[in-house]
């Protein structure tokens, strides 16, 4: 009998990009780049995106941020590095801020409802369960057999 354990794990793409982050801060290249479209993708807040950076120039691995640049391990670079990061986070948090007040003020008026509106009618049910198909209907098909089955 094989001592092996065989199984399969299911990750998210961004649990693949975490491990694979792991992995190149542990065993770099020195031809490895880290490309990135804008500076907020690379961390949340300035103190861990300027962490995060920092110890890939540290190792060696370039970091290239499409609408900056190449970012250098220069006092200049690092400076400029915090600076973008303070203001993506400055950003962030004013988005946050933003989208609090606006649902503040959706919820005062009458009748809302947080979320998306739901876009079968009871019409459209009574139709499916009459057996209309959802070509005709213009649903999609796991919606119709959602509904078809009795949801």
């Known amino acids: 009998m094989n001592s092996r354990h065989h199984f399969t794990v299911f990750y998210s ?4 990009l975490i491990l694979w982050f792991i992995v190149k801060l542990e065993f ?9 479209t804008k500076l907020d993708r690379i961390a949340r807040t300035a103190k861990s995106g300027f962490e995060t950076v920092k110890a890939l120039l ?5 970091v290239h941020v499409l609408n900056m640049g190449l970012v250098d391990n220069t006092p200049t670079g690092r400076l400029i590095l915090q600076i973008m990061l303070s203001f993506a986070e400055f950003e962030r948090e004013m988005i946050k801020e933003r989208t609090a007040a606006g649902k503040a003020i959706a919820r005062q008026k009458p009748g809302y409802k947080e ?7 009871p019409e459209i049910i009574e139709q499916i369960k009459k057996g209309v198909s959802w ?12 509904y078809k089955k009795g949801k």
């Open 13 to 16: 793409f961004n649990t693949l």
């Open 115 to 121: 979320g998306r509106p739901k876009q079968i009618t």
């Open 135 to 146: 070509e005709e209907l213009g649903t999609s098909r796991a919606t119709w057999y959602r």
């Open 58 to 62: 540290d190792r060696g691995i370039a």
């Open 28 to 36: 770099p290249l020195r031809s490895d780049k880290l490309i990135v």
